[in-house]
């Protein structure tokens, strides 16, 4: 964990995690390198149970990276892990740039383990779920 902050701490990138964590899995490390790759994640939040990055942050004292839907200028994701079952649901994405929400779950799929499956709960999307996919058919997604 302390190798993480330190590899992706820089002046123009937060990354930080529950205090209560002291190890963290090596599929959610991964996740976490890729996600930093993107230039308009600025913040970082490594949960119990899985990762939120946006370019924004709420909250003064619990910051929050910002990842709510149809928020106008947000762009943000944020990822729940079940080592369970082998799931990784995309609970919150927004892109207020176009390009940017593909690029952000394209991150979130890079390292992940073939026999995890995608999981999407709730789709807004008017197609951006049915595209991504397509796109990452390698695996077997999980529509709830």
Same mark, same amino acid.
């Given at each position: 964990m302390k190798?993480l902050m330190e590899d992706l701490?820089?002046p123009?990138? %937060?990354?930080?995690?529950? %205090?209560?964590?002291?190890d963290? $899995? ?5 996740? #976490? ?6 230039d308009? *994640?600025?913040y970082?939040?490594? /949960?119990?149970?899985?990762v939120? !990055?946006?370019n924004?942050i709420e909250?003064?004292r619990?910051k #929050?990276? #910002?990842?709510k839907?149809f928020?106008? /200028? !947000?762009i ?7 080592? %369970?079952?082998k799931?990784?649901?995309?609970f919150?994405?927004?892109?207020a740039?176009k390009?940017?929400?593909?690029k952000?779950?394209e !991150?979130? *799929?890079n390292?992940?383990p073939?026999d995890? %499956? ?7 999307? $008017?197609?951006?779920w049915?595209r ?10 999980? #529509?709830?």
């Amino acid at each position: 964990m302390k190798k993480l902050m330190e590899d992706l701490n820089t002046p123009n990138k %937060q990354v930080w995690a529950l %205090q209560k964590i002291k190890d963290i $899995d090596p599929v959610v490390e991964h996740c #976490v390198r890729d996600l930093s790759k993107l230039d308009p *994640l600025k913040y970082i939040k490594i /949960t119990s149970n899985g990762v939120i !990055a946006s370019n924004q942050i709420e909250g003064k004292r619990d910051k #929050v990276p #910002v990842t709510k839907p149809f928020h106008p /200028t !947000a762009i943000g994701i944020r990822l729940i892990f079940d080592f %369970q079952f082998k799931t990784l649901e995309f609970f919150e994405i927004n892109s207020a740039t176009k390009g940017w929400g593909e690029k952000m779950v394209e !991150a979130a *799929l890079n390292s992940l383990p073939l026999d995890w %499956q995608p999981t999407i709960v709730m789709d807004w999307s $008017d197609g951006f779920w049915d595209r991504m996919k397509k796109v990452h058919n390698r695996f077997t997604w999980l #529509v709830i």
